[in-house]
Protein backbone atom coordinates (compact mmCIF):
# COMPACT_ATOMS: atom_id res chain seq x y z
CA UNK A 1 0.00 0.00 0.00
CA UNK A 2 2.79 2.33 0.96
CA UNK A 3 4.21 1.68 -2.72
CA UNK A 4 0.65 2.95 -4.23
CA UNK A 5 1.06 6.73 -2.18
CA UNK A 6 4.60 6.52 -3.38
CA UNK A 7 3.41 6.74 -6.92
CA UNK A 8 0.51 8.63 -6.49
CA UNK A 9 2.07 11.52 -4.67
CA UNK A 10 4.53 11.25 -7.54
CA UNK A 11 1.79 12.07 -9.63
CA UNK A 12 0.48 14.78 -7.66
CA UNK A 13 3.97 16.65 -7.94
CA UNK A 14 4.23 15.83 -11.77
CA UNK A 15 1.32 17.19 -12.76
CA UNK A 16 2.07 20.41 -11.55
CA UNK A 17 5.08 20.54 -13.60
CA UNK A 18 2.92 21.07 -17.38
CA UNK A 19 1.11 24.56 -15.64
CA UNK A 20 4.15 25.87 -14.87
CA UNK A 21 6.03 24.99 -17.38
CA UNK A 22 2.88 26.26 -19.73
CA UNK A 23 3.77 29.85 -18.86
CA UNK A 24 7.30 30.09 -20.01
CA UNK A 25 6.81 27.94 -23.26
CA UNK A 26 8.27 30.13 -25.31
CA UNK A 27 11.78 30.05 -23.90
CA UNK A 28 11.35 26.23 -23.13
CA UNK A 29 14.04 23.63 -25.55
CA UNK A 30 12.80 20.13 -24.60
CA UNK A 31 16.22 18.75 -24.38
CA UNK A 32 17.99 21.63 -22.89
CA UNK A 33 15.11 22.36 -20.22
CA UNK A 34 15.35 17.87 -18.97
CA UNK A 35 18.85 18.94 -18.67
CA UNK A 36 18.54 21.85 -16.76
CA UNK A 37 16.23 20.07 -14.76
CA UNK A 38 18.38 16.73 -14.32
CA UNK A 39 21.40 19.02 -12.59
CA UNK A 40 19.52 20.93 -10.56
CA UNK A 41 17.96 17.61 -9.57
CA UNK A 42 21.48 16.29 -8.71
CA UNK A 43 22.92 19.50 -6.96
CA UNK A 44 19.94 18.82 -4.67
CA UNK A 45 21.03 15.29 -3.67
CA UNK A 46 24.20 15.12 -3.62
CA UNK A 47 23.93 17.43 0.29
CA UNK A 48 21.46 14.90 1.26
CA UNK A 49 23.27 11.74 0.46
CA UNK A 50 26.23 13.23 2.95
CA UNK A 51 24.34 13.96 5.67
CA UNK A 52 23.34 10.32 5.30
CA UNK A 53 26.95 9.28 5.36
CA UNK A 54 26.69 7.83 1.88
CA UNK A 55 29.08 5.57 0.73
CA UNK A 56 29.83 5.10 -3.53
CA UNK A 57 29.59 1.42 -4.29
CA UNK A 58 31.49 -0.22 -6.83
CA UNK A 59 29.35 -1.12 -9.84
CA UNK A 60 29.46 -4.01 -12.03
CA UNK A 61 29.41 -3.15 -16.21
CA UNK A 62 25.83 -4.45 -16.11
CA UNK A 63 24.69 -2.29 -13.46
CA UNK A 64 26.34 0.73 -14.64
CA UNK A 65 24.82 0.23 -17.94
CA UNK A 66 21.28 -0.41 -16.93
CA UNK A 67 21.72 2.96 -14.70
CA UNK A 68 22.45 4.85 -17.71
CA UNK A 69 20.31 3.32 -20.44
CA UNK A 70 17.80 3.94 -17.73
CA UNK A 71 18.57 7.58 -17.33
CA UNK A 72 18.89 8.09 -20.20
CA UNK A 73 15.38 6.54 -21.64
CA UNK A 74 12.92 8.05 -18.85
CA UNK A 75 13.59 11.19 -17.33
CA UNK A 76 16.09 12.30 -20.31
CA UNK A 77 14.80 10.82 -24.21
CA UNK A 78 11.07 10.39 -22.54
CA UNK A 79 10.52 13.57 -20.90
CA UNK A 80 11.87 15.16 -24.26
CA UNK A 81 9.96 13.67 -27.09
CA UNK A 82 7.04 13.68 -24.91
CA UNK A 83 7.55 17.30 -24.75
CA UNK A 84 8.17 17.69 -28.46
CA UNK A 85 5.52 15.84 -28.97
CA UNK A 86 3.44 17.85 -27.15
CA UNK A 87 4.55 20.76 -29.39
CA UNK A 88 3.73 19.44 -32.75
CA UNK A 89 0.11 17.49 -32.30
CA UNK A 90 -1.18 19.33 -29.07
CA UNK A 91 -1.32 17.88 -25.34
CA UNK A 92 -4.68 15.99 -25.72
CA UNK A 93 -3.56 13.87 -28.07
CA UNK A 94 -0.08 13.30 -27.12
CA UNK A 95 -1.05 12.18 -23.68
CA UNK A 96 -3.17 9.29 -25.35
CA UNK A 97 -0.71 7.67 -27.53
CA UNK A 98 2.34 8.29 -24.97
CA UNK A 99 0.77 6.64 -22.37
CA UNK A 100 -0.14 3.51 -24.12
CA UNK A 101 3.11 2.95 -22.38
CA UNK A 102 1.02 1.29 -19.27
CA UNK A 103 0.55 -1.72 -21.17
CA UNK A 104 3.78 -1.69 -22.90
CA UNK A 105 5.84 -1.36 -19.32
CA UNK A 106 3.14 -4.22 -17.76
CA UNK A 107 3.93 -6.44 -20.89
CA UNK A 108 8.12 -5.93 -20.63
CA UNK A 109 7.33 -6.75 -16.97
CA UNK A 110 6.02 -9.84 -17.39
CA UNK A 111 7.88 -11.27 -20.10
CA UNK A 112 11.43 -9.86 -18.69
CA UNK A 113 10.38 -9.54 -15.28
CA UNK A 114 8.25 -12.53 -14.35
CA UNK A 115 5.71 -9.99 -12.80
CA UNK A 116 2.25 -11.93 -12.24
CA UNK A 117 -0.73 -9.68 -13.73
CA UNK A 118 -3.76 -9.69 -11.26
CA UNK A 119 -7.24 -9.97 -12.56
CA UNK A 120 -7.64 -6.47 -10.31
CA UNK A 121 -4.17 -4.99 -11.85
CA UNK A 122 -5.79 -5.76 -15.32
CA UNK A 123 -9.36 -4.29 -14.55
CA UNK A 124 -7.44 -1.18 -12.73
CA UNK A 125 -5.12 -0.52 -16.03
CA UNK A 126 -8.18 -0.49 -18.30
CA UNK A 127 -9.73 1.57 -16.08
CA UNK A 128 -7.03 4.38 -15.85
CA UNK A 129 -6.56 4.07 -19.99
CA UNK A 130 -9.96 4.56 -19.88
CA UNK A 131 -10.12 7.39 -17.45
CA UNK A 132 -7.34 9.61 -19.51
CA UNK A 133 -8.88 8.91 -22.60
CA UNK A 134 -12.38 10.07 -21.09
CA UNK A 135 -10.37 13.21 -19.74
CA UNK A 136 -8.97 14.53 -22.98
CA UNK A 137 -11.90 13.89 -24.86
CA UNK A 138 -13.34 17.01 -24.21
CA UNK A 139 -10.02 18.83 -25.76
CA UNK A 140 -8.77 19.73 -29.16
CA UNK A 141 -6.63 16.72 -30.15
CA UNK A 142 -5.23 18.61 -32.92
CA UNK A 143 -3.86 17.85 -36.44
CA UNK A 144 -2.47 14.41 -37.52
CA UNK A 145 1.67 14.34 -37.50
CA UNK A 146 3.62 11.67 -38.23
CA UNK A 147 6.77 13.37 -35.97
CA UNK A 148 4.33 14.17 -33.50
CA UNK A 149 2.99 10.57 -33.05
CA UNK A 150 6.65 9.02 -33.77
CA UNK A 151 7.95 11.11 -30.58
CA UNK A 152 5.09 9.95 -28.36
CA UNK A 153 5.73 6.69 -29.30
CA UNK A 154 9.04 6.77 -28.43
CA UNK A 155 8.15 8.65 -24.94
CA UNK A 156 6.23 5.50 -24.67
CA UNK A 157 8.85 2.83 -25.28
CA UNK A 158 11.46 4.96 -22.90
CA UNK A 159 9.42 4.81 -20.23
CA UNK A 160 8.56 1.20 -20.25
CA UNK A 161 12.18 0.26 -20.51
CA UNK A 162 13.31 2.63 -18.31
CA UNK A 163 10.79 1.01 -15.45
CA UNK A 164 11.83 -2.05 -16.40
CA UNK A 165 15.66 -1.66 -15.81
CA UNK A 166 15.32 0.56 -12.79
CA UNK A 167 13.26 -3.07 -11.64
CA UNK A 168 16.69 -4.98 -12.41
CA UNK A 169 19.23 -2.27 -11.00
CA UNK A 170 17.62 -2.29 -7.63
CA UNK A 171 18.94 -6.05 -7.09
CA UNK A 172 22.04 -4.04 -6.82
CA UNK A 173 21.22 -0.68 -5.37
CA UNK A 174 19.10 0.88 -2.53
CA UNK A 175 16.18 3.62 -3.72
CA UNK A 176 18.27 6.50 -3.17
CA UNK A 177 21.38 5.30 -4.53
CA UNK A 178 19.31 4.37 -8.04
CA UNK A 179 17.31 7.56 -8.69
CA UNK A 180 20.91 10.17 -7.67
CA UNK A 181 23.07 8.00 -9.76
CA UNK A 182 20.29 8.10 -12.67
CA UNK A 183 19.41 11.68 -12.59
CA UNK A 184 23.67 12.26 -11.91
CA UNK A 185 24.38 10.12 -15.71
CA UNK A 186 21.57 11.70 -17.35
CA UNK A 187 22.74 15.02 -16.69
CA UNK A 188 26.23 14.43 -17.75
CA UNK A 189 25.28 12.99 -20.96
CA UNK A 190 22.44 14.79 -21.85
CA UNK A 191 23.80 18.62 -21.00
CA UNK A 192 26.26 17.77 -24.13
CA UNK A 193 23.74 16.63 -26.43
CA UNK A 194 20.90 19.29 -25.68
CA UNK A 195 23.93 22.22 -26.73
CA UNK A 196 24.63 20.27 -29.55
CA UNK A 197 20.99 19.87 -30.69
CA UNK A 198 19.41 22.73 -29.17
CA UNK A 199 21.95 25.25 -28.70
CA UNK A 200 23.44 27.24 -25.28
CA UNK A 201 20.62 29.57 -24.59
CA UNK A 202 21.24 32.97 -23.90
CA UNK A 203 21.38 35.15 -20.36
CA UNK A 204 17.74 36.50 -21.12
CA UNK A 205 15.94 32.54 -21.70
CA UNK A 206 18.40 31.22 -18.63
CA UNK A 207 17.59 34.14 -16.24
CA UNK A 208 13.48 32.67 -17.37
CA UNK A 209 14.30 29.15 -17.14
CA UNK A 210 15.79 29.20 -13.78
CA UNK A 211 12.96 29.66 -11.57
CA UNK A 212 11.00 27.11 -13.39
CA UNK A 213 13.88 24.57 -13.40
CA UNK A 214 14.41 24.84 -10.17
CA UNK A 215 10.83 23.90 -9.13
CA UNK A 216 10.43 21.34 -11.35
CA UNK A 217 13.87 19.94 -11.23
CA UNK A 218 13.49 19.87 -6.93
CA UNK A 219 10.08 18.46 -7.11
CA UNK A 220 9.45 16.39 -10.12
CA UNK A 221 13.01 14.97 -10.31
CA UNK A 222 14.82 14.67 -6.80
CA UNK A 223 11.17 14.00 -4.81
CA UNK A 224 9.34 12.45 -7.91
CA UNK A 225 12.21 10.36 -9.22
CA UNK A 226 12.75 9.31 -5.94
CA UNK A 227 8.62 8.13 -4.90
CA UNK A 228 8.63 6.65 -8.49
CA UNK A 229 11.92 4.19 -7.88
CA UNK A 230 10.62 3.35 -4.25
CA UNK A 231 7.08 2.72 -5.68
CA UNK A 232 8.88 0.41 -8.29
CA UNK A 233 11.19 -1.38 -5.35
CA UNK A 234 7.65 -2.30 -3.20
CA UNK A 235 4.85 -2.85 -5.86
CA UNK A 236 6.52 -3.41 -9.16
CA UNK A 237 6.57 -2.12 -12.13
CA UNK A 238 2.92 -3.10 -13.66
CA UNK A 239 0.74 -1.19 -10.73
CA UNK A 240 3.74 1.72 -10.60
CA UNK A 241 3.11 2.24 -14.28
CA UNK A 242 -0.96 1.91 -13.99
CA UNK A 243 -0.85 4.82 -11.03
CA UNK A 244 1.18 7.52 -13.21
CA UNK A 245 -2.30 7.56 -15.31
CA UNK A 246 -3.18 9.98 -12.70
CA UNK A 247 -0.64 12.40 -13.91
CA UNK A 248 -1.69 13.47 -17.26
CA UNK A 249 -5.35 13.71 -15.97
CA UNK A 250 -4.20 15.82 -13.24
CA UNK A 251 -2.26 18.47 -15.16
CA UNK A 252 -5.18 19.79 -16.69
CA UNK A 253 -7.13 19.99 -13.76
CA UNK A 254 -4.08 21.43 -12.16
CA UNK A 255 -3.60 23.77 -15.15
CA UNK A 256 -7.45 24.96 -15.22
CA UNK A 257 -7.04 25.73 -11.44
CA UNK A 258 -3.89 28.03 -11.90
CA UNK A 259 -5.91 29.67 -14.75
CA UNK A 260 -8.93 30.03 -12.80
CA UNK A 261 -11.06 28.02 -15.24
CA UNK A 262 -13.03 25.32 -13.93
CA UNK A 263 -12.38 22.00 -14.78
CA UNK A 264 -14.50 20.09 -17.14
CA UNK A 265 -17.19 17.00 -15.96
CA UNK A 266 -14.60 14.70 -18.66
CA UNK A 267 -11.70 15.76 -16.30
CA UNK A 268 -13.38 14.88 -13.07
CA UNK A 269 -14.63 12.05 -14.67
CA UNK A 270 -11.63 10.27 -15.80
CA UNK A 271 -9.65 11.36 -12.65
CA UNK A 272 -12.27 9.53 -10.92
CA UNK A 273 -12.10 6.18 -13.17
CA UNK A 274 -8.32 6.38 -13.03
CA UNK A 275 -8.90 6.34 -8.82
CA UNK A 276 -11.06 3.82 -8.86
CA UNK A 277 -8.50 1.81 -10.95
CA UNK A 278 -5.83 2.09 -8.31
CA UNK A 279 -7.64 1.57 -5.34
CA UNK A 280 -8.91 -1.76 -7.15
CA UNK A 281 -5.43 -2.75 -7.79
CA UNK A 282 -4.34 -1.51 -4.50
CA UNK A 283 -7.00 -3.62 -2.23
CA UNK A 284 -8.11 -6.10 -4.51
Given at each position: ???????????????????????????????????L????????????????????????????????????????????????A?????????????????????F?????????????????S??????????VS???F?????????????????W??????????L???D?????????A?????????????????????????????????????????????????????????M??????????????????????K???V???L???????????
Open positions: MIGYVAIVTASVIWSITPALVSRFSQYIKPFMFTARTIIATLTLVPIAFLNNFNYIPLSSYALILIVVSGLLGPGIGDACYTKIQRIGGSLSVVISYVYIFIAQMAVVFLGEFMSISLVIGVLAFVGIVVASSNGRVDIQGTIYSLIAALSSSASVMVKLVNYLTFTVTLYRLVTAVILSPIAIFLEGIPGRRVIKQLIPIALITGILGFSLGVYLFVYSISTVGVSATAATALTPVLSQITTKLLARERPTENVGASISIGITISAIL
